[in-house]
Antibody, heavy 118, light 110 residues
């Protein structure tokens, strides 16, 4: 059974940092592109970032470039999103997903809520 | 990286068909045959319904179909059922291994 379990969300002040994790099982993580997608309350899904299987290629939506960093540990079957200089507009549920070329995500986690507020 | 344009809402009675449009540009929808569609119930994980414009993953009923013409993709739900009521999002490959989602459409079953 495929499972993706996000963790690390919570309340953080503007300008602060947070690190999200996604633990994966049920498919060959080390061969898979992975992605983060977010959804702010009352808004649509937004693709945030992805990373290739060996971690050398990383891509970001413009609004998070220079502030967020995606990474992975293939030995631990885990995906990460380091979020720095957080803003109120980063408040959202963050989902991790397996990224295929043809779809941003075919397997998805349940999401973790990040709230940026003073 | 502008969001693809979808109607805010569509509705239909049980058994009817509804079609959701997804309009982008030649840099995304029109440039690649990599359009996917997701069903999203609030509080749950999004579910892939269509990939490669018109392909259904295993387990997705053939009541769901996808197509594309130029810069606009479409998702049609036939034989509408109560449990089809959800938010639906299109997504397109946008080059350089990046993606862009649509604005989302709420499907209501009357």
């Amino acid at each position: 059974e495929v499972q993706l379990v996000e963790s690390g969300g919570g309340l953080v002040q503007p300008g602060g940092s947070l690190r999200l994790s996604c633990a994966v099982s049920g498919f060959t993580f080390s061969n898979s592109w992975m992605t983060w997608v977010r959804q702010a309350a009352g808004k649509g899904l937004e693709w945030v970032a992805n990373i290739n299987p060996d971690g050398r290629e990383k891509n970001y939506v413009d609004s998070v470039k220079g502030r967020f960093a995606i990474s992975r540990d293939n030995a631990k079957n885990s995906l990460y999103l380091q979020m720095n200089s957080l803003r109120a507009e980063d408040t959202a549920v963050y989902y991790c997903a397996r990224n295929t070329l043809t779809a941003a995500g075919d397997y998805w986690g349940q999401g973790t809520l990040v709230t940026v507020s003073s | 990286q502008s969001a693809l344009t979808q109607p805010r809402s569509v509705s239909g009675s049980p058994g009817q068909s509804v079609t959701i449009s997804c309009t982008g540009t030649s840099s995304d929808v029109g440039g690649y045959n990599y359009v996917s569609w997701y069903q999203h119930h609030p509080g749950k994980a999004p579910k892939l319904m269509i990939y490669d414009v018109s392909q259904r993953p295993s387990g997705v009923p053939d009541r769901f179909s996808g197509s594309k013409s130029g810069n606009t993709a479409s998702l049609t739900i036939s034989g509408l059922r109560a449990d089809d009521e959800a938010d639906y999002y299109c997504c397109s490959f946008a080059g350089r291994n990046t993606y862009v989602f649509g604005t989302g459409t709420k499907v209501t079953v009357l």
